[in-house]
C-alpha cells in the first residue's frame, strides 16, 4: 500500500492508502476524497483530475511529458501551475509512498 | 439533391435485412423518427467500424463502439477537426461565395486551437460561474411561476427555449429586451440557404454584420469599468483575449453561444420526455430532489444532444482493427457509444443515480472536449432545482416532434400538462 496525502482548497488534509499500480486520481476516488472528478475514467482524457504535486514532491514526480497527451490537455485546467499534473497520469510506485497532492477548488 | 433525399428514404422491413454494406446512419430522416438507435445496435454487434460508400455526404467512416471514439477523439494528431478539410460534421463545412468565414476553434488544430482556446476557457470555469448562479435562479423562477398550470403547452417553446435564452443573456449580461436577438444570431450562425433560417448567404452575412456591430457596441462599453462577471467583460479585461482581432473575437463569441444554445435546450426537453418514460426514475426524484445532481450527466448522455463530431484522418491508421486512409471522413456516434453496454452498465436505460454519470461521451473527450460543460451541467442543475420545487408532476401530454438533422439530436415540440404540488 502506497500512503497519499490530498490537501484540500480549504487547508482539509486527508491521508489515505492505495494499492501500488493504480493513480493518484484511484487514490482520491476510491476513498472518497472530494475534489478529483476524473470524468474520463483516467484514461487522460478529459483534465479534471488536476492536482499540485507538493514542491517537495516535485523532483520524484516530474512535469508531463512534453508534447504529450498530458502536457496538450493540461493547459486547458484552471489555474495550473509548474506543479500541475493529472492525477491518472501518476502511478502510485514506492518511491512515492507519503506523497502530498494538493486539490484546486474546482474541476474544469 | 432530390435523389439524394428520395435514397433516404427507401423503405426495409427491418433493421436485420438491410444489407450491412447499404447502411447510411447519416441519414437524418432516421433522427427525425428516432429510429437510428436500432441501426446503431445492429453496427456496434457486427461491424462496430464500418464503411458507408457512398452518402450525399460523400464516402465516410462510422466508429460505433466507446472506446473506439475514446481513441480517435484524443488522437488529435492524426485525427484533424480542420475546418479546410472539412471540419467537425458529417457535412462537409465548405467555402461559400459571400459567406461570412468565422473562424472559431471548435474547427481548428493544434497550435491555433490551443492559443485561443487557452485565452477563451477562464471565462467558463466554474469558479466564475458560480457567482451568475442567482442571477440565473432568479430569472428562472420567475419564467416558470408564468406558466399556466392544468393546460395543454407547448414545453420547448414555452420553456426550453425560454430558459436557454435567458441564461445566455445572463453569462452575456446581455440586454434584457433584447434577448431574442441572441436567440437568432445563434441559429444564422449555424444556418445556409437550405435550413430556410436565412434566405441567402448574403442575408446570413448582414445579419452577422449587425451581430458584431452590436458586439462590438458592448465591447466598447464595458472594457474601461472595472468588474463584471458577464462573459463579455471578462474577454474585454483578459490579457489574453483583450487584443483579440475583432473578427477572432466575434468567431469565439458566437462559439460560445451556439455551443450552448441547441444543446442546452434539447437537454431541458430530453430531460422531461426521459422522466414521463421511466416514472419510477421520476419518483425516486421527488423522494430525493438531491438526486438532481447525478440526473443532469444522465440526461446528458440520455439525450446526447449533437449525435456525433467529425474528424479526417491525416494519415494512415486504424481503428478497431479497420484501415484507414489519409483523407478519409472519420464519425465518431456519440450517441451509439452511449448506448454502448460493454462499457456503460444497462446503457440501454435510464437511472438517475448511476455511480460515474459523468462517464459518457456527450461532451467528447481530448483536447477538444465540451469547454462549456461545467457551465452546461450548472443551468440545467438550477434549471431543475426550481422545476421541483414548482410543479410535483410535468406531464408529458402527446407525441414529441423531432427535429431533421443527423448532427443535433433535437426535439422540436412537447405538449406537456404542469400540476403544481
Ligand atoms: C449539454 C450541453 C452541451 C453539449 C452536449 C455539448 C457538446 C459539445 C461537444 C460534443 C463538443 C466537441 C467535443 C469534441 O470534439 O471532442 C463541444 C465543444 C465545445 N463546446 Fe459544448 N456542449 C454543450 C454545452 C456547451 C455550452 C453551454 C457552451 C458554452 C460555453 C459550450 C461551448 C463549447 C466550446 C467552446 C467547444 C469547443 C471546444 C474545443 O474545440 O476545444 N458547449 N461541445
Ligand atoms: S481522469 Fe480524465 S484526464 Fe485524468
Request: net charge negative; proline share 5%.
Amino acid at each position: 500500500m502506497i500512503n497519499v496525502t490530498f490537501v484540500s482548497a480549504d487547508g482539509t488534509r486527508r491521508s489515505v492508502e492505495i494499492d501500488e499500480g493504480l493513480s493518484a486520481r484511484e487514490a482520491a476516488l476510491f476513498n472518497s476524497v472530494p475534489g478529483i472528478d476524473g470524468d474520463c475514467g483516467g484514461v487522460c482524457a478529459c483534465a479534471t483530475c488536476h492536482v499540485h504535486v507538493d514542491q517537495a514532491w516535485m523532483d520524484r514526480v516530474g512535469p508531463p511529458e512534453e508534447g504529450g497527451m498530458e502536457s496538450d490537455l493540461i493547459q486547458f485546467a484552471e489555474g495550473t501551475t509548474e506543479t500541475s499534473r493529472l492525477a491518472c497520469q501518476i502511478p502510485m510506485v514506492p518511491e512515492l509512498d507519503g506523497l502530498v497532492l494538493h486539490l484546486p477548488e474546482l474541476q474544469h | 439533391m432530390a435523389t439524394a433525399a428520395n435514397e433516404d428514404r427507401v423503405h426495409y422491413d427491418s433493421v436485420e435485412s438491410i444489407p450491412l454494406e447499404a447502411i447510411n446512419v447519416a441519414n437524418p430522416y432516421l433522427f427525425q423518427n428516432d429510429t437510428v438507435g436500432e441501426y446503431f445496435t445492429r453496427l456496434r454487434r457486427e461491424d462496430p467500424v464500418h464503411y458507408c460508400a457512398a452518402s450525399r455526404f460523400g464516402p465516410y467512416w462510422s466508429v460505433t463502439k466507446f472506446n473506439d471514439i475514446m481513441a480517435v477523439d484524443t488522437n488529435h494528431k492524426v485525427f484533424s477537426s480542420e475546418a479546410k478539410l472539412g471540419g467537425i460534421s458529417v457535412q462537409d463545412m465548405h467555402s461559400v461565395e459571400g459567406a461570412l468565414e468565422l473562424e472559431m476553434f471548435i474547427a481548428m488544430d493544434q497550435p491555433k486551437h490551443d492559443q485561443q482556446r487557452k485565452a477563451v476557457s477562464p471565462v467558463v470555469a466554474p469558479s466564475n460561474l458560480l457567482l451568475l448562479e442567482p442571477i440565473i435562479r432568479e430569472r428562472a423562477g420567475a419564467i416558470l411561476d408564468s406558466l399556466p398550470v392544468g393546460e395543454e403547452i407547448d414545453w420547448v417553446k414555452l420553456v426550453s427555449v425560454e430558459l436557454t435564452t435567458m441564461t445566455l443573456a445572463t453569462i452575456f449580461d446581455f440586454p434584457w429586451d433584447e434577448r431574442a436577438k441572441l436567440t437568432r444570431w445563434s441559429d444564422v450562425t449555424t444556418a445556409s440557404p437550405e435550413t430556410g433560417i436565412v434566405e441567402s448567404f448574403e442575408q446570413r452575412r448582414e445579419e452577422l454584420i449587425q451581430c458584431a456591430m452590436y458586439f462590438k457596441g458592448l465591447w466598447e462599453e464595458r472594457i474601461d469599468k472595472p468588474g463584471g462577471n458577464d462573459l463579455i467583460s471578462m474577454m474585454a479585461h483578459s490579457p489574453a483575449t483583450r487584443d483579440m482581432p475583432f473578427l477572432e473575437f466575434l468567431g469565439n463569441l458566437l462559439l460560445l453561444i451556439v455551443g450552448g444554445n441547441d444543446t442546452t435546450r434539447n437537454s431541458i426537453s430530453g430531460g422531461v420526455l426521459a422522466l414521463n418514460q421511466n416514472p419510477g426514475e421520476y419518483q425516486k426524484l421527488r423522494d430525493n430532489p438531491a438526486l438532481v445532481s447525478s440526473m443532469i450527466p444522465e440526461i446528458i448522455r440520455w439525450q446526447t444532444p449533437l449525435t456525433h463530431m467529425r474528424r479526417t484522418a491525416l494519415e494512415d491508421a486504424e481503428i478497431g482493427g479497420k484501415q484507414i486512409r489519409k483523407g478519409d471522413k472519420v464519425v465518431m456516434w456519440y450517441l451509439s457509444g452511449n448506448r454502448d453496454e460493454t462499457v456503460i452498465d444497462r446503457a440501454d436505460q435510464f437511472i438517475i443515480d448511476r455511480e460515474n454519470p459523468r462517464h459518457h461521451l456527450s461532451f467528447g473527450f481530448g483536447i477538444h472536449r465540451c469547454m462549456g460543460n461545467r457551465l452546461a451541467e450548472l443551468q440545467l442543475r438550477i434549471i431543475w432545482e426550481e422545476i421541483l420545487k414548482r410543479f410535483r408532476f410535468v406531464e408529458v401530454v402527446g407525441e414529441p416532434e423531432r427535429l431533421l438533422s443527423n448532427l443535433v439530436r433535437g426535439i422540436t415540440r412537447l405538449p406537456v400538462k404542469l400540476h403544481a404540488h
